[in-house]
């Protein structure tokens, strides 16, 4: 399974910014756990969102919610990580993951898009 993520970059604080993450390798439908971890320098691997195959299932990480919105399109093999009101500190690379348990890290990791929010 190969996961490429995309869409990050340098946002003011307040703004927005789309993750994508587009998988390969393996029928998409067949993930049951697709979710988003994000890292600061200096910090752990914090968990952020997670999405179940049906994308009825979500839950969220406390400093995000209400303002992150995790999908996914199963057609497209993507799923995606829609992000509103930035604020510094969700300056971090983003990781997507996948794997066949929720609310469990999967074994399958993408390579890390930068998003950097400043004040």
């Known amino acids: 399974v190969q996961l490429q993520a995309s869409g990050g970059g340098l946002v003011q604080a307040g703004g927005s910014l789309r993750l994508s993450c587009v998988v390969s390798?393996?029928?998409?439908?067949?993930?049951?756990?697709m979710g988003w971890f994000r890292q600061a320098p200096g910090k752990e691997r914090e968990f952020v969102a997670v999405?179940?195959?049906?994308?009825?299932?979500?839950y969220y990480g406390d400093s995000v919610k209400g303002r992150f919105t995790i999908s996914r399109d199963n057609a497209r093999s993507t799923m995606f990580l829609q992000m509103n009101n930035l604020q510094p500190e969700d300056t971090a690379v983003y990781y997507c993951?996948?794997?066949?348990?929720?609310?469990?890290?999967?074994?399958?990791w993408g390579q890390g898009t930068q998003v950097t929010v400043s004040s």
């Open positions: 993951n996948a794997g066949d348990y929720f609310l469990q890290q999967g074994p399958y």
């Open positions: 999405i179940n195959w049906t994308g009825i299932s979500k």
């Open positions: 390798g393996r029928a998409f439908r067949n993930i049951y756990a």
